[in-house]
């Protein structure tokens, strides 16, 4: 069972699972509470920096996790009624990227992909797929063991430990110039092959 920790700033709401990226920003967060914590949550988040009262960060016990600059998280909400403790609010905030790949960048593409704590080969072939889907140019199934490997050398693949909860998440950038600069060298060297 997992634990579940306070948010500082208002001790009403609990988290059951919190994921961030290497430099503490915010990539998935999930919280319980009621309607009213809930609110003031949101209002905090949105108003920001703007106001003394609004949050840049949140805090969960010990831990610290930051709202990255010029993101766009995105929110879920379900009402769960009769609990032990009355009607009470599920929430979860999430980077957008984990419903849906950002394409911005003409050669940076990236998503994040959120998961159970899997066994290796599960998550290999969970980078695979992330990084066809990404990729521009057309990647051969029987590649994946090479893409992968790619992938990981050239720091495409970041991994995330939850903070709290037992999910782990996964930021997968694929540069499509980099990426297709080492494949046509694989391709010439006979190392990636057509069958």
Same mark, same amino acid.
């Given at each position: ?46 108003i920001g920096e ?38 009470l609010i599920h ?20 998503? @994040? ?15 695979? *797929?992330? $990084?066809? #889907? =990404? /990729? ?35 930021? @997968? ?15 010439? *060297?006979? $190392?990636? #092959? =057509? /069958?």
């Amino acid at each position: 069972m997992s634990n579940i920790l306070t948010l500082q700033d208002i001790p009403d709401l609990k988290c059951d699972c919190c994921i961030a990226n290497n430099d503490s920003e915010l990539i998935f967060l999930s919280v319980w509470g009621k309607d009213t914590a809930m609110q003031e949550l949101f209002a905090k988040l949105t108003i920001g920096e703007t106001t003394k009262h609004g949050l840049t960060d949140i805090k969960l016990n010990h831990h610290r996790v930051f709202l990255a600059e010029g993101k766009h998280y995105a929110k879920r909400t379900l009402k769960v009624t009769k609990t032990l403790f009355g009607s009470l609010i599920h929430a979860f905030i999430f980077d957008k990227r984990i419903i849906e790949p950002n394409r911005d960048f003409r050669d940076l593409n990236s998503m @994040i992909s959120i998961y159970k704590v899997e066994d290796v080969s599960t998550r290999h072939n969970r980078y695979f *797929d992330a $990084i066809k #889907t =990404l /990729s521009s140019v057309p990647i051969l199934e029987h590649w994946a063991d090479e893409i992968v490997s790619i992938a990981k050398q050239q720091g495409m693949i970041k991994e995330h430990k939850a903070i709290v909860g037992d999910i782990d998440a996964t930021t @997968i950038i694929v540069n499509d110039t980099i990426l297709t600069q080492i494949m046509s060298q694989k391709i010439r *060297d006979g $190392i990636l #092959t =057509l /069958s």
